[in-house]
């Protein structure tokens, strides 16, 4: 079981930055794959970045501004989200799932989620 709670959410301005933060229980943290989602109001769930064992995956809207990276020895995974844009705006979901060799990019792969933080990026 792994329970997972994000933080780092908030207001900013159209070019700024935010990193969210996911912090996760269990003793296997390392042996997990991570990844983030989002929803945006009236939109469906879209992966933001996930990863697997060797690989990582980026939607092409976020491709260039975020970055995801974890520290296995503090149990949490990180999206640095630079250049933000108001379609950027939506509540942030992080994922995690058992070792995949490839990252999983929809919603229904992933058994564990975290209860979402909110991200507004005003023009």
């Known amino acids: 079981q792994v329970q997972l709670v994000e933080s780092g959410g908030g207001l900013v301005q159209a070019g700024g930055s935010l990193r969210l933060s996911c912090a996760a229980s269990?003793?296997?943290?390392?042996?997990?794959?991570m990844g983030w989602f989002r929803q945006a109001p009236g939109k469906e769930r879209e992966v933001v970045a996930a990863?697997?064992?060797?690989?990582?995956y980026y939607a092409d809207s976020v491709k260039g501004r975020f970055t995801i990276s974890r520290d296995n020895a503090k149990n949490t995974v990180y999206l640095q989200m630079n250049s933000l844009k108001p379609e950027d705006t939506a509540v942030y979901y992080c994922?995690?799932?058992?070792?995949?060799?490839?990252?999983?990019?929809?919603?229904?792969?992933?058994?564990?989620w975290g209860q979402g933080t909110q991200v507004t990026v005003s023009s």
């Open positions: 990863g697997s064992a060797d690989k990582i």
């Open positions: 994922v995690a799932d058992r070792a995949r060799l490839t990252p999983g990019t929809r919603w229904y792969e992933y058994d564990y």
């Open positions: 269990g003793r296997t943290f390392s042996s997990y794959a």
